[in-house]
């Protein structure tokens, strides 16, 4: 089998993203019914950036998985200064069964991608963050009865359309087959070849994808309404320039009230209650993050197997 990495949504087709998420259902419901990585074997998880649920979920799977996670500081480590990302990759590949890697660039995990011997995965980068995703569509498939019912279903993004998680929500949603729907405000859209992609894709799963400068067009009818923070790590130097325009789009009653009744609300965490959502949608009956959060651990071990499955 070839060896495959998940570097953004779209490396997953609409199968196997589908299989994937079969498996990680699997996962919630008998947490060792697998074990690929018994023997034992190590997975690296190397982290330039902070981490709560990404190393939380990653050791945790990595030893339920029956390996051992080796968590990695970027800040000792200094990935492309210390050391090239070439030679980092080789060192790694000799003695780990996969490697997970949170950075900045997206070209820096494709450089690693390109020359490793054993699986890659992309833990969130400036542009993609697909474990997320493969969480939260973990999630709407548990509460709507299953991923026969992803496709189809309306999922708006309301926040800041040119970060990894909108990027992601365009991918990996349109992959599922439904209707993403991102809510942003001027200055900050999609990147049109992610856009492209997310609708050449739509086009081959009978979703759609829909980017407005309007909250309530975004939240419009929808079935899972999502946000994410305003100011994501390494926006931080932006903080004023994103102090105004994002304050239309939190997510709030009257906002979720333009969704459908029975509609489920999604945060990737951390949460900032009073900017990009009210507490009392977070901390209310329609919010699943914490369902999502616990999905992380699900939906990593599933696609840890499968990538382990065809190394
Ligand atoms: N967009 C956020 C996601 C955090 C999980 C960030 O990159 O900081």
Redesign the pocket.
Known sequence: MALRHLLRDDDLTPTEQRHVLELALAFRDDRTFRQPLRGPQGVAVLFDKPTLRTQLSFATGIAELGGFPVVVDGRLAQIGVRESIADTTRVLERQVSAIVWRTHGQDRIEEMAAISTVPVVNA?TDDF?PC?ILADLLTIAQHRGGTAALAGQTLAYVGDGA???SHSYLLGGATAGMHVRIGTPEGFPPAPAVLADARRIAAGTGGSVHVTSDPADAVAGADVVAT??WI??GDEDEADRRALPFVPYQVDDELLAHAKDDAIVLH??PAYRGKEISADVIDGPRSAVWDEAENRLHAQKALLTWLLEHA
């Open positions: 969130l963050h997320q970060n990894n998680m994410d923070t994501s790590m990737c965490l």
